[in-house]
Nanobody
Framework: QVQLIESGGGLVQTGGSLRLSCAASGRTFSSYAMGWFRQAPGKGREFIAGVTGSGRSTTYTDSVKGRFTISRDNAKNTVYLQMNSLQPADTAVYYC?????????????????WGQGTQVTVSS
């Protein structure tokens, strides 16, 4: 069992930055791929970024490439999402997720564990 707790959300102006963190429980953190998703009101849960257990490989959805960076610190059991050049369209609840396999699964059903989410609001 893996428990995930996100933090770092908030209100930011267009063009601003935020850094989300996701702390994981357990001693097998490095064996899990980690990902970030987001869900805007009335929309489905959207894959944003994923990272392998080692942290060597990452992947991003096109809409955040060049603006968002996913990283992880296995010594701290934590995964991060650095978000720059934020736009109102980035407003959503952001979730971190863990998967036993596959760091690039866009399908939320392929991910095994989820955090409770953190709200990010970008004002225009």
């Amino acid at each position: 069992q893996v428990q995930l707790i996100e933090s770092g959300g908030g209100l930011v102006q267009t063009g601003g930055s935020l850094r989300l963190s996701c702390a994981a429980s357990g001693r097998t953190f490095s064996s899990y791929a980690m990902g970030w998703f987001r869900q805007a009101p009335g929309k489905g849960r959207e894959f944003i970024a994923g990272v392998t257990g080692s942290g060597r490989s990452t992947t991003y959805t096109d809409s955040v490439k060049g603006r968002f960076t996913i990283s992880r610190d296995n010594a701290k059991n934590t995964v991060y999402l650095q978000m720059n050049s934020l736009q109102p369209a980035d407003t959503a609840v952001y979730y971190c997720a863990a998967a036993r396999t596959g760091y690039d699964n866009y399908d939320p059903l392929r991910w095994n564990y989820w955090g409770q989410g953190t709200q990010v609001t970008v004002s225009s």
